[in-house]
């Protein structure tokens, strides 16, 4: 099997960054189709209007609507080909960048992401994650290639809530144990090979850099401030993540996080809350040592991701088992990365996984 690496074309982070994307867009097009949804468009609009403006490019701005689902992607769709639009400018969180790049796909334009938090991996990632219109998870859409440019403003992303950076950091805690189970079991990665050297390094980077700068840009975010700790995470969460996952693989962690999506009472929950505790279970499945176990729930405990499933929202009651019975049913869904690992996986092995992580969990919280 091919070795296969993808990444964005290019990536840019810094302060102010946001104000420099007129000058990356000319690069590419004249005339942008801009999606973002209504708070970031009015926290965002003058200053990208303004950059595009000062390099000779139109636009057209369009509010998102909140769901990355397949009825979304078909009305923007729609609207960008009323505008003759060259270009599509995603500027939010992960579903409207997934969004964004869906739309680009289907129109073959070129795509620009620039990500207003730093929650996810998926500003880089060729492929978005599509959910129904009520917010199930509804699978997977791959792209042949990754978004145009990237472009990371760090003085946007130091403003929003510190849970959404902790939620990135939970996204990313995943992603080494993913390519290391991906890697040994040699399953084919979201780029299509199998994985690589540089895929695999870039995972274990990021996790390294986790657990030395986490803390630290925790603290920082909470008093506003853009130090060294927050620009190295906010590149860990968005860039090593990203990369990592894609060029080395996904399995169980993701997929569990899938599995939870079809509980109404974690809904509340943002998606590397859910990741880091699909990253614990996926723990327990591997039967991992306690000195690598220990090392994870340190530091989510520290940094404040979920460790049990009363804090995924799952409360003691007469059906917690059934709930958690039809998470690890859904986690084992026909196509999931879950089938990645390098055994085979069983809805009973990840229910027992989850209680025992869970049990877990709780014995480390108190």
Wanted: glycine share 8%.
């Amino acid at each position: 099997m091919l070795k296969v690496i993808q990444s964005p074309s290019k990536y840019i982070q810094g302060p102010d960054a946001l104000s420099h994307i007129g000058q990356y867009t000319k690069m590419l097009a004249d005339h942008a189709f801009v999606i973002a949804d209504n708070f970031v468009m009015n926290l965002i609009g003058n200053t990208v209007s303004k950059s595009l403006e000062k390099h000779a490019v139109t636009s057209h701005f369009e509010i998102f609507n909140g769901e990355c689902s397949r009825k979304e992607i078909e009305r923007l769709s729609s609207i960008l080909l009323n505008n003759q639009c060259q270009v599509v400018i995603g500027i939010g969180g992960g579903k409207t960048l997934d969004t964004a790049k869906a739309v680009a796909h289907a129109s073959k334009l070129p795509t620009i992401i620039s990500p207003t938090l730093a929650s996810t991996d998926a500003p880089t990632s060729a492929l978005s994650v599509l959910y129904t219109d009520s917010g199930t998870y509804d699978g997977y859409q791959t792209y042949p290639k990754n978004p145009d440019i990237v472009l990371v403003d760090s003085s946007i992303i130091v403003k929003s809530p510190v849970r959404l950076l902790v939620s990135g950091m939970g996204d990313a805690l995943a992603t080494y144990f993913e390519a290391r189970a991906n890697s040994s079991a040699h399953k084919p990665t979201v780029a299509g090979g199998d994985t690589s050297l540089t895929g695999l390094a870039l995972a274990k980077l990021c996790y390294d850099t986790l657990l030395a700068e986490g803390y630290k840009a925790k603290l920082a975010v909470e008093a506003g401030a853009i130090t060294p700790a927050v620009e190295h995470i906010i590149e860990a969460n968005i860039y090593h993540s990203g990369i990592g996952f894609e060029s080395a693989g996904l399995a169980a962690a993701h997929a569990i996080h899938n599995g939870f999506t079809t509980l109404e009472e974690c809904h509340h929950l943002y998606h590397g809350e859910k990741v880091a505790f699909g990253t614990l279970t996926q723990l327990i499945l591997e039967n991992s040592p306690s000195e690598e176990l220990e090392t994870v729930l340190d530091f989510c405990v520290q940094v404040g991701l979920p460790v049990t499933l009363e804090q995924l929202g799952l409360r003691d009651s007469a059906d917690l088992h059934q709930k958690v019975m039809q998470a690890a049913t859904a986690s084992c869904a026909e196509g999931e990365t879950i089938h990645n690992m390098p055994f085979t996986v069983t809805p009973e092995q990840v229910y027992a996984a989850i209680l025992a992580a869970d049990r877990i969990g709780q014995d480390w919280l108190y």
